[in-house]
């Protein structure tokens, strides 16, 4: 690995990192500000392009329900192993592992695939598809069901 692969696997760390912190706390504008100008978000029923779409999507009430007894809620995102493969000098693909908690204890789990770019300087996400791989049967994705 070259000094600069090493500097970027850092860069893309942190902004994995920093994603997923915004995104558990609901802070829109740094949640968008982790995907490039034409970032996609490729939910697994919903397709959101550019990082004005992907602000306004997580401005929206959020897609987890809330909690049918009306008790407050949590998520908490744990990213764990991370392959990075560097495509360019400007481009990397990204497998990350993550695990959710919630109140009931783990709740799902899944990994993202990512495809990061160096724009204006800064790695950020070009293209994000999460997948979910298993869902507790007392997760915050069934409440109110």
Known sequence: MTEAQTEA??????RLAACTQAGDARKAEAYAA?????????????TIAGRTAILAWMKAPSVIPPSADGAAGFISHHLTTCHVDFTGPDSATVRTYWLVTSATGLD??????????????????????????????????????
């Open 108 to 145: 799902h789990n899944g990994y993202y695939i990512d495809k990061l770019v160096r724009e204006e300087g800064e790695w950020l996400i070009a293209h994000r598809r999460p997948r979910t791989l298993w869902i507790n049967a007392q997760s915050v994705l069934h409440a109110g069901n």
């Open 9 to 14: 696997l850092a860069e893309i760390h942190q």
């Open 34 to 46: 982790c995907f490039a100008r034409e970032g996609i978000l490729e939910l697994v029923n919903e």
